[in-house]
């Protein structure tokens, strides 16, 4: 028989690790991919994020709450990635 757990881990944690993944992952992009090849690379990358939310959501071992701890995960790789596409996007217009 196994004990109940009384606190549950945190799972802030893992949230905000995919943030910092796609923070990453987009400057990445933006450093080594050709600027006609920023947003298609983008795209893989918020494919990946979403990939790293389910895997570390899923190492985590809880069921309680597993869907809104992936879409918030996914949802704010997203939009940190949409910032750092922004800035990019902002940088070739602006003539240097």
């Known amino acids: 028989m196994t004990l109940p757990e009384l606190v549950p881990r945190r799972t802030i944690g893992g ?7 796609a923070g990453i992952i987009g400057i990445a992009v933006g450093v080594f991919a050709d600027s006609a090849w920023r947003a298609p690379w983008l795209v893989v990358g918020m494919g990946g994020c979403v990939i790293l939310a389910f895997a570390i959501q899923l190492a985590y071992g809880r069921s309680q709450g597993f869907t809104e701890r992936v ?3 996914a949802l704010g790789a997203l939009f940190v990635l949409g910032v750092i596409s922004l800035g990019f996007g902002l940088a070739t217009i602006v003539p240097s």
């Open 15 to 21: 949230i905000v690790a995919v943030w910092i993944a």
């Open 71 to 73: 879409a918030t995960s």
